[in-house]
C-alpha cells in the first residue's frame, strides 16, 4: 500500500503502523522511493540504507503480526546525521579522513531511536566534522535548499534538515555545537531543537567540541520534535557519557498548555542587530504577537554579555576541537598515507591530506590558542566570557518562562554567497550563546519571509533542563500561529508544513 510520506507526521506514522493502516515495510518503502526520485536534486545524503531499512521494518511487521506491543515510534522512518555511529554503515563525518571507516558500534542516540521502532534510511550530509554553517564544507559535494536549489540548507547539519524538509523522512537527528540544527532547520522551514546540554546522550557521536555538543531532533511538529526527545532521553542517564543526565518526564504528554501566565522575555537590541534581515525580524515580531494572542506576557529582558559570545565560541570551540581531532593521526584512524618512511612523516602527511580547509583552520586556531603564553589572554578570557554569559541567562530565566529571538540572523543565502570565514561565522549569532550557557532552545518555523519567499523562523529558548516547558512554548507558538494563518483575512504567510516535498 502507498503511503503519504510527505505529509505524515512521525505520530502518524506510528498510529498508523499500530492500528495496521499500513505496514512499518510500506513506510521504508515510500521513504526509500522519496529518497530516490529528490536525492539527485537535494543531494541531502551520504549513504542511503535501505537494507537496514527494511530489515528494521519487517522487524516491527513481525512484531506487529505476533501481537506484541509496539515501541513508540514504531515504523518511522529516520536519517542520522553521519557524525553519529551506526553499526552496518561508514561514519565519515563528510571527511576524507573517514571516508572509509565503518562504524565498529551504535551511537546511543541512534540505538535509544532503533529500540523505540525508528526506521534508518540514510546517513545525511554535513559539513565537514561539524565545522561550518551552509553544509559547503563537505568533503563529499554539498546539499541544496529544497525550497531553492540554488541555495544552502544551512549547516552544520544541512543534511539532516534539509532531508525533512525534502519529505524523505519524518525525523532527522543532528548535532549542535553553535547552532548545526536550529539554524539549519530556520531555513529549511522545519523545527529542530537543541536539547539542554547533556539531555542526549553523546556516546557514539564524533566530537567536535564536548562541552558544547548536543544531539538533537528536526521534525516537520513540535510534536514530532517531543517524541523525537523522548526517545532519545529515554532510559535515563547514558554511563557511557558521564555528562548525560536523567530527563525526568514525558515531553510530548505534557505538550498541550495554556500560556496564560507565561512570560515570554523579547530583547529590543537584539531586534535592532546589524545583519538582521527585515523579514526575519518581523517573522519574530509576529511570533510575539501569536504567543501574546495565546495569552502570554511579553517581558524586556536584558542579556548584556551576549556580544561576547562568538568571540568566546571561537576561542573554546577550536580550542576544544583541537584536542578531539588529534585523534585522526594517519595511524590509529582513518585516512592513511601510503609509503611514507616513519610515523612522523604518516600522521602529518595523512592530516595534509585528510582533513579539508575549514577543518584545518579550526584546529590550527585551536592549537594556536592552547599554546603557552597565549592560552591566559584567549582561552582564560573565553572561559570567563562564558560564566558571564551564562549567569546572564539564569538572571533572566529568573523573570521569564522562555525567551523569544531569531534563530538566523538571514533566510537561506546562495551557495557561495558567504565565501569569508568570519562572515559565515556571523550565520550563528542567535544560536551561539545557548551552547555556552548549556540551556534549550529550538528553532519554529514561521512561514515564507515576505521578501525572499525562502522559510523564516523563530528561536525560543529556555533555562537549562526546561526543555518542557521550552516545547511547550513552542507548541503554542506552532498552535496559533496555524490558527492566525488559517483565518480569514489573514495577514501572515502561510505555514510551510503542507509543502514538504514540493521542490523547487
Ligand atoms: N556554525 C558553527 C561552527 O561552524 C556551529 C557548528 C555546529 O554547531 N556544529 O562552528
Known amino acids: 500500500m502507498?503511503?503519504?510520506?510527505?505529509?505524515?507526521t512521525a505520530a502518524q506514522i506510528a498510529a498508523g503502523v499500530r492500528a495496521g493502516e499500513f505496514t512499518a515495510a510500506d513506510v521504508a518503502r515510500a521513504a526509500l522511493d522519496a529518497i530516490a526520485q529528490r536525492e539527485p536534486e537535494v543531494q541531502a545524503l551520504l549513504q542511503v540504507t535501505p537494507?537496514?531499512?527494511?530489515?528494521?521494518?519487517?522487524?516491527?511487521?513481525?512484531?506487529?503480526?505476533?501481537g506484541a506491543d509496539l515501541p513508540p515510534l514504531a515504523g518511522v522512518p529516520f536519517v542520522i546525521k553521519d557524525n553519529m555511529n551506526l553499526a552496518g554503515t561508514r561514519t565519515t563525518c563528510a571527511s576524507r579522513m573517514l571516508e572509509n571507516y565503518e562504524s565498529p558500534?551504535?551511537?546511543?542516540c541512534v540505538q535509544r531511536m532503533l529500540d523505540a521502532g525508528c526506521v534508518p534510511v540514510a546517513k545525511a550530509n554535513m559539513d565537514e566534522f561539524a565545522f561550518g554553517s551552509s553544509t559547503e564544507s563537505s568533503a563529499f559535494h554539498p546539499t541544496n535548499n529544497p525550497w531553492d536549489l540554488a541555495r544552502v540548507p544551512g549547516g552544520s547539519s544541512g543534511g539532516s534538515a534539509a532531508a525533512v524538509a525534502a519529505g524523505m523522512a519524518p525525523l532527522a537527528l543532528g548535532s549542535d555545537t553553535g547552532g548545526s540544527i536550529r539554524q539549519p532547520a530556520a531555513l529549511c522551514g522545519v523545527v529542530g531543537m537543541k536539547p539542554t546540554y547533556g539531555m542526549v546522550s553523546r556516546y557514539g557521536v564524533v566530537a567536535f567540541g564536548s562541552s558544547l555538543d548536543q544531539v538533537g531532533p528536526f521534525g516537520r511538529t513540535v510534536e514530532d520534535v517531543a517524541l523525537a526527545l523522548d526517545v532519545l532521553t529515554a532510559g535515563g542517564r547514558d554511563p557511557f557519557d558521564g555528562t548525560s543526565q536523567d530527563a525526568a518526564t514525558s515531553f510530548a504528554a505534557s505538550l498541550e498548555a495554556d500560556m496564560a501566565g507565561k512570560r515570554i522575555g523579547v530583547i529590543p537590541a537584539f531586534m535592532e542587530a546589524?545583519?538582521?534581515?527585515?523579514?526575519?525580524?518581523?517573522a519574530v515580531e509576529q511570533a510575539a504577537r501569536v504567543l501574546e494572542a495565546q495569552g502570554a506576557e511579553l517581558v524586556e529582558v536584558d542579556l548584556p554579555h551576549l556580544d561576547a559570545a562568538i568571540a568566546a565560541y571561537y576561542v573554546i570551540g577550536p580550542a576544544e576541537a583541537f584536542s578531539n581531532l588529534a585523534r585522526f593521526d594517519g595511524v590509529r584512524y582513518g585516512y592513511q598515507e601510503p609509503a611514507c618512511s616513519n610515523l612522523a612523516e604518516q600522521s602529518s602527511r595523512s592530516r595534509a591530506h585528510g582533513f579539508g580547509t575549514e577543518a584545518k583552520r579550526r584546529q590550527m586556531l585551536g592549537a594556536y590558542l592552547l599554546s603557552s603564553g597565549v592560552y591566559e589572554r584567549y582561552y582564560r578570557a573565553a572561559q570567563k566570557a562564558r560564566t558571564l554569559i551564562t549567569e546572564d541567562y539564569r538572571c533572566a530565566f529568573e523573570r521569564v518562562d522562555a525567551i523569544l529571538m531569531p534563530a538566523s540572523p538571514t533566510v537561506a543565502f546562495r551557495h557561495g554567497e558567504l565565501s569569508d570565514?568570519?562572515?559565515?561565522?556571523?550565520?550563528d549569532m542567535f544560536t551561539i550563546s545557548l551552547n555556552i550557557a548549556g540551556n534549550c532552545g529550538i528553532s519554529v518555523p514561521m512561514g515564507a519571509g515576505a521578501d525572499s519567499g525562502m522559510p523564516v523562523a523563530a528561536q525560543l529558548v529556555s533555562a537549562a533542563f526546561n526543555d518542557t516547558t521550552l516545547l511547550q512554548v513552542a507548541r503554542a507558538l506552532e498552535r496559533g500561529y496555524a490558527e492566525a494563518a488559517s483565518a480569514p483575512g489573514c495577514t501572515v504567510a502561510p505555514g510551510f508544513a503542507g509543502k514538504g516535498g514540493e521542490l523547487a
Open 51 to 66: 537494507d537496514l531499512a527494511l530489515e528494521a521494518a519487517e522487524h516491527i511487521d513481525a512484531m506487529r503480526a505476533a
Open 421 to 427: 570565514p568570519t562572515q559565515m561565522y556571523l550565520s
Open 2 to 8: 502507498s503511503v503519504n510520506i510527505d505529509t505524515l
Open 105 to 108: 558500534y551504535t551511537a546511543t
Open 274 to 282: 546589524d545583519g538582521l534581515a527585515p523579514e526575519v525580524k518581523s
